[in-house]
């Protein structure tokens, strides 16, 4: 009976001794390879190897290797910080075979590569290949790693040739490509002098025949990932080296046109290659990578170079379209409406040619312009709501009422159902509901939530018509409005001022500081919706970093992303850390166009891990720690953060401020004072928050523990909120949020108070629950 194979992947320090020994004894022939251990055993025969171990997995591991998400009790683990789960994971290495046993010890590797231990780390990676095929690849470059951090560079170069030449063909190879061309120099030289010292080695290498030298390697990684970090990295070395290399600018243009240094980059690419040729006669920057320029730019708000760009790209209606929105917004109108009028003309039929044509309405609202908003009319309906509301401005403009009130009648009886409709019939209630008839807004206002549900003003206006109704003692349609918001706009502002309304316990402006919800944080991940199986299995197992890093490998189609793609970047962008750009990676997601994008987008809207996403909670300890110690609410502190910095811990403000919770330096330092830090930054977590909670605890001991008033002062200042306050009676808080005097303040109140609504509706299990009953159609996820 054969011996069973387990017995040789367990860690057991007696049992390698033994078999040390008994491989030392083995034939000659295979003498130096095995006394280089099992990373240079591979090299030659690796594929065989590897597509024998591939067969070899024990049966729970096959969905892992077919991307589907399979869930142990190590998943759970993956959220404790390392030494807290190392007693765990060891208990677990130990056990039976099992995915389990291999996920544990991937885990434990990786953990001590971290704190620096390779020689410990090693012992788990041993012979790990054979037991966990899906990440193979990785433990390679796990145990390369690992030898890094041993005295033997030898073995580490080793290590990351094995890489090279084992998995050419896969993402890896670039991370050993960056190892062995791209590292310290003294480095590798001090492993090359141990390297050829060993005369065995020597024979060795002579055997294998392979140099990580060889250009087939770098063209291959070129070719298949151009999008790896790692290769952008060489290239972003190898321009320093020699700037005249346009490829490379090119490769740099297409994969990093949103990192923060990109624009210089472009700006040499474009002006010296910008209509240069190749020897073959090809323009050296194609198209696409136009495109690409343009988007770089566009992200740096330089939108003349933009436009400039979206105009050598491939001329299609949305491109041109974009090229002359950038002009637009480089504040350059006449330019911006000569490059509209193009698009109408080469365009005609295009969709962006009814944008083009409401947009040279904005530019220049005139009499003239009426042509062109009836061909909108009559050719592009979806869009002749809009068309309909700027023809009645510009009538009303040039005093011809009549027939603006004539375009508004048209607006609402054959185009009600459209968003132009909407905003008009918002705008009416409003201004009725100012001036004290409520009964009249109420009428504006109540059609908005059923023939345009999914318009701007849908939430806000279903909300006042449960206020307005409310005050004309309408009690039950009041109800039934506040529950329709919650139902049908369960993410919003609005949802929570209704939920205060129906008497909810969520905490009202007055007693929000106060409260203290329950948190509870989801026990594992979700799955990925795209990706490989090794990048799926890396981000369950919480390993970010690797994640990324093969994602952006993955990830080559980033130009016109699909939603799955998006929404996956977005995931593994917050991942990192990177909250500013995932948040804003998956809030973009619902600006898709297509019916078929937009299905997709509900869809992916309906999951836990889309709004888990966009309400992230990193620094919760810190956060609960400085909340409890200020008595305010951890959640609250939290929605402000979101707000005010996304999570990013180094952001600075045009103003000055500073960190997660936007600190002046002048009012940290007085913050600093009255709790006695003495040594502080405002970029370090810890110390931002410390100051942050002090000082929305004292905007609250000034406003009497009003939050409502407490945030408001927080972005405009108490002087500000103090004139607003001013001479007024007793006011509605509802109707104050309405008409605070800065829109940017408005907004923000609005934001942080939804933010913290959001928070306590994914993480609060009691207020998720109340949520779902509301919900007209809530996911199963929700219903969890």
């Known amino acids: 009976?054969?011996?069973?194979?387990?017995?040789?992947?367990?860690?057991?320090?007696?049992?390698?001794?033994?078999?040390?020994?008994?491989?030392?004894?083995?034939?000659?022939?295979?003498?130096?390879?095995?006394?280089?251990?099992?990373?240079?055993?591979?090299?030659?025969?690796?594929?065989?190897?590897?597509?024998?171990?591939?067969?070899?997995?024990?049966?729970?591991?096959?969905?892992?290797?077919?991307?589907?998400?399979?869930?142990?009790?190590?998943?759970?683990?993956?959220?404790?910080?390392?030494?807290?789960?190392?007693?765990?994971?060891?208990?677990?290495?130990?056990?039976?075979?099992?995915?389990?046993?291999?996920?544990?010890?991937?885990?434990?590797?990786?953990?001590?590569?971290?704190?620096?231990?390779?020689?410990?780390?090693?012992?788990?990676?041993?012979?790990?290949?054979?037991?966990?095929?899906?990440?193979?690849?990785?433990?390679?470059?796990?145990?390369?790693?690992?030898?890094?951090?041993?005295?033997?560079?030898?073995?580490?170069?080793?290590?990351?040739?094995?890489?090279?030449?084992?998995?050419?063909?896969?993402?890896?190879?670039?991370?050993?490509?960056?190892?062995?061309?791209?590292?310290?120099?003294?480095?590798?030289?001090?492993?090359?002098?141990?390297?050829?010292?060993?005369?065995?080695?020597?024979?060795?290498?002579?055997?294998?025949?392979?140099?990580?030298?060889?250009?087939?390697?770098?063209?291959?990684?070129?070719?298949?990932?151009?999008?790896?970090?790692?290769?952008?990295?060489?290239?972003?070395?190898?321009?320093?080296?020699?700037?005249?290399?346009?490829?490379?600018m090119v490769l740099l243009a297409r994969y990093t046109f949103d990192s923060p240094d990109i624009s210089s980059v472009l700006d040499r690419l474009v002006s010296q290659y910008g209509h240069s040729q190749s020897k073959k006669g090809r323009t050296l920057i194609q198209p696409k990578d136009w495109e690409a320029i343009a988007l770089g730019y566009w992200n740096e708000r330089k939108y003349s170079q933009a436009s400039a760009a979206y105009a050598k790209a491939e001329h299609t209606p949305r491109n041109a379209y974009l090229s002359a929105l950038a002009l637009q917004y480089a504040h350059k109108p006449q330019s911006a409406k000569r490059a509209y009028k193009e698009l109408v003309r080469d365009f005609p039929h295009a969709e962006e040619t009814a944008s083009a044509l409401i947009q040279v309405a904005k530019i220049e609202p005139s009499e003239d312009i009426i042509p062109a908003l009836d061909q909108v009319i009559q050719q592009f309906p979806e869009r002749a709501g809009e068309a309909l509301l700027a023809r009645?401005?510009?009538?009303?403009?040039?005093?011809?009422?009549?027939?603006?009130?004539?375009?508004?009648?048209?607006?609402?009886?054959?185009?009600?159902?459209?968003?132009?409709?909407?905003?008009?019939?918002?705008?009416?209630?409003?201004?009725?509901?100012?001036?004290?008839?409520?009964?009249?807004?109420?009428?504006?206002?109540?059609?908005?939530?059923?023939?345009?549900?999914?318009?701007?003003?849908?939430?806000?206006?279903?909300?006042?018509?449960?206020?307005?109704?409310?005050?004309?003692?309408?009690?039950?349609?009041?109800?039934?409005?506040?529950?329709?918001?919650?139902?049908?706009?369960?993410?919003?502002?609005?949802?929570?001022?209704?939920?205060?309304?129906?008497?909810?316990?969520?905490?009202?402006?007055?007693?929000?500081?106060?409260?203290?919800?329950?948190?509870?944080?989801?026990?594992?991940?979700?799955?990925?919706?795209?990706?490989?199986?090794?990048?799926?299995?890396?981000?369950?197992?919480?390993?970010?970093?690797?994640?990324?890093?093969l994602w952006q490998a993955e990830f080559q189609n980033r130009l016109q992303p699909t939603v799955a793609e998006q929404f996956t970047d977005g995931i593994m962008r917050v991942g990192v850390g990177d909250y500013l750009e995932g948040i804003a990676k998956i809030s973009k997601l619902e600006d898709r166009d297509t019916p078929e994008e937009q299905a997709e987008y509900q869809q992916i809207k309906q999951q836990l891990a889309y709004w888990h996403a966009l309400y992230p909670f990193p620094f919760v300890e810190v956060i609960e720690e400085q909340s409890q110690q200020r008595d305010l609410n951890p959640l609250l502190v939290t929605a402000l953060i979101r707000q005010e910095s996304r999570f990013k811990s180094d952001i600075r403000s045009k103003a000055g401020a500073v960190g997660l919770m936007q600190m002046m330096p002048s009012t940290g330092a007085w913050a600093a004072k009255e709790i006695n830090l003495k040594k502080y930054a405002l970029e370090n977590p810890n110390d931002n928050i410390k100051l942050g909670t002090w000082f929305l605890d004292q905007t609250h001991r000034v406003f009497k523990n009003n939050s409502l008033l407490a945030v408001a002062s927080y972005n405009a200042g108490q002087g500000n909120l103090s004139r607003w306050l001013q001479n007024q009676q007793p006011i509605d808080p509802d109707e104050f949020v309405e008409t605070i005097p800065f829109d940017e303040t408005q907004d923000y109140v609005k934001q942080v108070f939804g933010n913290y609504w959001n928070y306590l509706r994914l993480y609060d299990p009691q207020v998720a629950q109340q949520v779902a009953q509301h919900t007209a159609n809530p996911s199963i996820a929700m219903r969890r």
Not at 516 to 545: C, F, H, I, N, T
């Open 1 to 248: 009976m054969q011996k069973s194979r387990l017995i040789f992947s367990r860690y057991s320090p007696s049992r390698l001794e033994r078999r040390r020994k008994q491989l030392v004894l083995a034939s000659g022939a295979g003498l130096c390879a095995l006394l280089m251990g099992a990373t240079l055993l591979g090299t030659k025969y690796s594929s065989h190897i590897h597509q024998w171990s591939m067969g070899l997995p024990f049966q729970e591991q096959s969905p892992v290797l077919q991307g589907k998400q399979v869930n142990t009790p190590v998943l759970q683990l993956v959220s404790l910080p390392s030494k807290k789960r190392a007693a765990q994971l060891e208990a677990i290495a130990f056990g039976p075979q099992s995915l389990d046993r291999v996920r544990a010890r991937y885990l434990l590797a990786a953990d001590l590569i971290e704190q620096k231990q390779g020689k410990q780390a090693l012992r788990w990676l041993e012979g790990l290949e054979w037991d966990y095929p899906v990440l193979a690849a990785q433990i390679a470059v796990k145990r390369a790693q690992a030898y890094e951090l041993t005295p033997n560079k030898a073995k580490a170069r080793l290590a990351w040739e094995d890489v090279l030449k084992r998995y050419s063909d896969e993402p890896v190879a670039a991370e050993a490509l960056y190892a062995l061309w791209s590292a310290n120099p003294q480095y590798w030289e001090k492993a090359k002098q141990e390297y050829h010292s060993n005369p065995l080695v020597e024979i060795a290498r002579h055997w294998y025949a392979f140099s990580p030298d060889d250009p087939q390697y770098w063209e291959r990684a070129l070719k298949k990932f151009p999008s790896h970090p790692r290769i952008l990295e060489i290239a972003r070395q190898q321009l320093q080296q020699n700037p005249n290399q346009p490829q490379l």
């Open 392 to 549: 009645a401005e510009i009538l009303d403009g040039i005093g011809v009422t009549q027939a603006a009130n004539q375009a508004r009648e048209l607006l609402l009886t054959q185009h009600g159902n459209s968003d132009a409709a909407a905003d008009y019939r918002w705008r009416m209630a409003q201004t009725k509901a100012k001036a004290g008839d409520l009964g009249a807004a109420l009428q504006w206002a109540g059609p908005i939530m059923v023939s345009n549900p999914n318009s701007e003003p849908a939430r806000q206006a279903g909300f006042w018509v449960g206020k307005w109704a409310s005050k004309l003692g309408l009690r039950q349609e009041a109800k039934v409005a506040f529950e329709q918001v919650i139902a049908k706009y369960p993410q919003s502002y609005y949802a929570w001022r209704s939920a205060v309304q129906l008497g909810w316990n969520v905490g009202d402006f007055t007693t929000v500081r106060q409260l203290d919800p329950q948190v509870v944080l989801p026990a594992m991940r979700p799955e990925l919706p795209v990706g490989s199986p090794a990048l799926k299995e890396l981000y369950q197992l919480g390993q970010d970093q690797d994640a990324w890093t």
